[in-house]
């Protein structure tokens, strides 16, 4: 039944179609000019003028983009930029400390005394460095924070995704002693 009725209301609207084309149509009047001004988009107002009852008559105004106060929608939202330093810190020379991250360092001793603390690392190739508070180590930018008797505590200052200076601290321990009881 429904099938039936869609049918006919189908062929219905053919058939209207076909007939209205052989109607005889009358050119569309012609548009006279219009005496009103139409404002210029930079002084746009925000309700339209129907004084005259002509608003559906007004053309349609461009649209003009402003990206004043806008951000550029083709650049990312999070970028992320590497930390900024000062150009006389960037023109010191690494020390060889500076080249190795701080997990590659083997911490050998400790003396502990009356003076200040030192500590004695093996780096990666070989050598051995003495540590004391202060000494700057590791790729980034780590500083010897504290000495204690079976490890060195090194703080890492870097700058995370969003901007943010974050501080890390690091441990390097004294190997666990063999064969002592």
């Known amino acids: 039944m429904i099938r039936s009725l869609l049918s006919w209301m ?5 058939c209207s179609v076909l007939l209205s084309g052989c109607e005889e149509k009358t050119p569309p009047p012609v548009a006279q ?9 930079a002084e746009k107002s925000a309700i339209p003028d129907v004084s005259d009852g002509e608003s559906a008559a007004l053309a349609p105004e461009a649209y003009v983009y402003s990206p004043l106060g806008r951000r550029d929608p ?3 939202l999070v970028a992320v930029e590497k930390m900024k330093s000062t150009p006389a810190a960037s023109e010191i020379p690494l020390t060889p400390l500076q080249k190795f991250d701080i ?3 083997k911490l050998i001793g ?7 603390s030192k500590a004695m690392v093996v ?3 070989g050598k051995s460095y003495i540590l004391k508070r202060g000494v700057p180590i590791g790729k980034n930018r780590g500083v010897v924070e504290k000495i204690r008797p079976d490890s060195v505590l090194v703080k890492e200052r870097y700058e995370d995704f969003t901007g943010a200076v974050r501080e890390n601290i690091l ?6 002693r063999e064969g002592v009881e």
């Open 74 to 76: 083709f650049q990312p």
């Open 123 to 125: 780096a990666p190739d």
């Open 33 to 41: 000019p219009s005496t009103t001004k139409i404002p210029a988009p």
């Open 110 to 116: 400790v003396i502990v005394g009356k003076g200040e």
């Open 10 to 14: 189908t062929a219905a609207a053919v």
């Open 171 to 176: 441990e390097i321990q004294l190997p666990n």
């Open 103 to 105: 997990g590659q360092f």
